[in-house]
């Protein structure tokens, strides 16, 4: 296992997000960190050719774990009571591959950074690192600042139940957009 690294999703859509990403860590953290991008989905023609001209960059091959992640996703969705509904579409998060970030924790890099493609690292990150030497997992938070109606939960629902409210709610919320990881095999399991 590689001692530390920094993961991201994109595909062909997200290509120029992709390179100014790429461009911000060789510039700005370093040329040699090694960077493993997890296909969002199979558009990666324009992907594959950048991962071709850096020395650092791969592509994270493991598709049974990408496909255990689908998998979960479905069965999620599936019972989910928003796609019975004829009259409700489903949102973009249950019919994307956003869940395949989740692939980090089947990775090859001890210690990482997941950074969402259209994200830039502008300095350093060996005092993000060392975070881990206190804390196992470690991710950005400011999704609960966010007013309820930007929130990817149904607060007032949730308060209908009687069982949580928005004041134990918010300090649990957090932004999957980049998160830091000491994996020690917490999550993973035989695929």
């Known amino acids: 296992m590689e001692s530390f690294g920094i993961y991201t999703l994109a595909n062909d859509a997200v290509y120029d997000q992709l390179v100014a990403l790429l461009n911000s860590i060789e510039v700005n953290v370093s040329p040699d960190i090694p960077v493993c ?3 969002y989905d199979e558009r990666l023609d324009l992907v594959q050719k950048e991962v ?13 774990a990408i496909q255990c992640w689908e998998d979960f996703a479905h069965q ?9 509904s004829s009259k409700i579409s489903r949102n973009w998060w249950s019919s994307g591959h956003l869940q395949r970030k989740m692939c980090v924790f089947y990775g090859h890099f001890d210690r990482f950074i997941f950074c969402d493609a ?3 690292l502008m300095k350093p990150v060996d005092d993000i690192f060392e975070k881990l030497n206190a804390y196992d997992f470690v991710f950005d938070n400011w999704i609960h600042t966010k007013e309820r ?5 149904n607060i007032p629902l949730l308060e209908k139940s009687k069982i949580i409210y928005e004041k134990d709610i918010r300090p649990r ?4 957009d980049f998160f830091l990881v000491q994996n020690q095999g917490y999550f993973q ?3």
């Open 37 to 39: 991008i997890i296909p």
């Open 52 to 64: 071709k001209s850096r020395k650092n960059v791969s592509i994270f091959e493991n598709w049974e």
């Open 76 to 84: 999620v969705w599936a019972v989910h009571l928003g796609t019975r």
């Open 118 to 120: 259209d994200s830039l």
């Open 149 to 153: 109606t930007k929130v990817p939960l």
């Open 173 to 176: 919320l957090h932004c999957s």
């Open 189 to 191: 399991k035989k695929i």
